[in-house]
């Protein structure tokens, strides 16, 4: 598993807003985007392109454009939908699947509660959406899911991340035979008793779009 860590001073400066429990909804639902269309910069360094011939006012060349199939972007709901409009600013053509995970927040077991993707992902590149890499249990699961539907390669972008999330997920990972990269824009210093990333942002779902 490839980790990249954004060192972006832009990065750091939109996430302490974004950590402020000040910060309200609309806002944190602005930086939240602006964030993803930073790190979609990164997370993409590898999409997949082809030769595309084209003519300039002044002489033929040759460009590229994306390949296909397009890639699709998956975001884990609820908190995931904050960082989809982010994305898809930056690859308006791709595809937008849904997977609806939960974790229980006694036991953090995570469970699938919706999805709504094509059957076949068969040599699809994925960018999974989630803001936060906590245990790392919904990651793993999402990835499961994914290889088993085919997906060649995967993409996980989350705002922050816990180291432990990071190791879980690098170790349940170790043996998938396909590429699975991590763009995160900071890795935080550990996660609580209740598994919150601290000193993180809180329950990110509830700042997104209000407490349930
Ligand atoms: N999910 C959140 O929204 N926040 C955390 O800190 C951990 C998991």
Do not use: W
Not at 44 to 58: G, K, S
Not at 123 to 131: A, C, E, H, N, T
Not at 149 to 173: F, M, N, Q, R, Y
Request: glycine share 8%.
């Amino acid at each position: 598993m490839d980790v990249h860590v954004a060192d972006h001073p832009l990065i750091a400066h939109k996430l302490t807003y974004l950590r402020d429990k000040r910060t309200d909804s609309p806002t944190f639902r602005r930086l939240a985007e602006e964030l993803v269309t930073l790190l979609a910069y990164e997370a993409t360094r590898e999409v997949r392109t082809e030769p595309f011939d084209i003519e300039t006012p002044v002489a033929p060349t040759t460009g590229i454009k994306l390949a296909n199939p397009k890639p699709i972007i998956v975001p884990i709901l609820r908190a995931g939908l904050g960082m989809l409009d982010g994305m898809v600013k930056l690859l308006p053509s791709a595809e937008v699947g849904f997977l609806g995970m939960i974790r229980n927040e006694e036991t953090l077991e995570v469970s699938t509660y919706a999805n709504r993707l094509p059957d076949d992902l068969t040599g699809r590149q994925v960018f999974i959406l989630d803001p936060m890499l906590a245990t790392g249990g919904t990651l793993v699961m999402a990835v499961d899911y994914l290889t088993a539907k085919g997906a060649s390669d995967i993409t996980i972008v989350c705002l922050l991340a816990a180291p432990e999330g990071l190791a879980h997920l690098e170790s349940e990972l170790a043996s998938t035979d396909i590429p699975v990269k991590v763009v995160v824009g900071t890795v935080d210093e550990r996660l609580n008793e209740k598994g919150y990333i601290v000193p993180g942002l809180g329950d990110a779902g509830d700042r997104l779009y209000g407490v349930l």
